[in-house]
Structures are given as C-alpha cells and as structure tokens.
C-alpha cells in the first residue's frame, strides 16, 4: 500500500524556519521523483519543489530559491523540505507526492499518483 505522510508543519514567525518531512512506505523511493506542493485558502495548488530519483538534480519554485531546500534518505525512506526565512505568503496546506522521472531537461514529472494528506504550515506574528 502506497503511502506518503506528511509532518512537521506548525506554527511560526516570520523569519522562523520549518522542516516538513514526508515518510513514504509501500513503495521503493529510489525509483521515484518526490515533488512537494501547497495550497493556501482560495489560491490554486502550487509546485514548491522536487528532487530527482536519478541523479542530485532539485527543482524550486522562482519564488522559494534561495529559502527551501529539499533533500532525500533513501534509507530512511524520507523526503526533506526546509523552509527558512519564512514569509506571510508561505501559509499553506504543504503536500508530498510522487512521481516518475521524466528525460533530460524535463525530469520533473507532469504528473503524480499519489500524494500525503499534507501537513498546516502557519506564518504569524
């Protein structure tokens, strides 16, 4: 049974830092790209981030470069996303998903299968 959940959402304040960790199980990671979105109230999902099943290639959003940075263990069966310098437009519901490379320049995957339950990030004063 595929399963990815997502933690370590919460509460913070700007400028503060988050690191949401998506645990993924039923499935071998290595051989899947793991991208991770999010959804503010009233705001269409948007692509954050995500990191190859081949090689040490990462996407970011233009906006999040520099701020987040998404990594990997295999071994742990974990997908990464830290998120520093946190922003009043960074709240939203942040979710995990998964997806099959793509070749060369266009290894991000068009679409994903199957995807986390997402975990609240808040960004308050």
């Known amino acids: 049974q595929v399963q990815l959940v997502e933690s370590g959402g919460g509460l913070v304040q700007p400028g503060e830092s988050l690191r949401l960790s998506c645990r993924t199980s039923?499935?071998?990671?290595?051989?899947?790209?793991i991208g991770w979105f999010r959804q503010a109230p009233g705001k269409e999902r948007e692509a954050v981030s995500a990191?190859?099943?081949?090689?040490?290639?990462?996407y970011y959003a233009d906006s999040l470069k520099g701020r987040f940075t998404i990594s990997r263990d295999n071994a742990k069966n974990t997908v990464y996303l830290q998120m520093n310098s946190l922003k009043p437009e960074d709240p939203a519901v942040y979710y995990c998903t998964r997806g099959i490379e793509g070749t060369g320049h266009n290894w991000v995957p068009y679409e994903y299968d199957y995807w986390g339950q997402g975990t609240q990030v808040t960004v308050s004063s």
């Open positions: 990191t190859s099943s081949t090689t040490d290639r990462t």
């Open positions: 039923g499935f071998t990671l290595d051989y899947y790209v």
